[in-house]
Nanobody, 123 residues
Framework: QVQLVEFGGGLVQAGGSLRLSCAASGRTFYAMGWFRQAPGKEREFVAAKTLSGGSTYYADSVKGRFTISRDNAKNTVYLQMNSLKPEDTAVYYC??????????????????WGQGTQVTVSA
């Protein structure tokens, strides 16, 4: 059974940092990524990375502030979030997909999702 479990959300002041983790079990994935959904908004892409680490993608809104990494031995992906802003407040979801010719930043490209973890950035 495939499971993605996120850790690391919480409350932080603007300018602070948080690190999210997502542990996958049940299989190894070609690519894993992070999406987020703020209240009243659609779920949006944040970052993604392939198993090999050869390809990494970021949303423009987080470039230079967020870093995605993965530990293949642990089947875990991380999202280091620095210089957080109030507009980063959202539920953050881990996602994973098998190899396929799919757009890495598209919601529909991912087959498996975690339960989400809340990140709140206070002004």
């Amino acid at each position: 059974q495939v499971q993605l479990v996120e850790f690391g959300g919480g409350l932080v002041q603007a300018g602070g940092s948080l690190r999210l983790s997502c542990a996958a079990s049940g299989r190894t994935f070609y690519a894993m990524g992070w999406f987020r959904q703020a209240p009243g908004k659609e779920r949006e892409f944040v970052a993604a990375k392939t198993l090999s680490g050869g390809s990494t993608y970021y949303a423009d809104s987080v470039k230079g502030r967020f870093t995605i990494s993965r530990d293949n031995a642990k089947n875990t992906v991380y999202l280091q979030m620095n210089s957080l802003k109030p507009e980063d407040t959202a539920v953050y979801y881990c996602a994973a997909r098998p190899p396929a010719p799919r757009t890495p930043m598209a919601l529909e490209s991912y087959d498996y999702w975690g339960q989400g973890t809340q990140v709140t950035v206070s002004a």
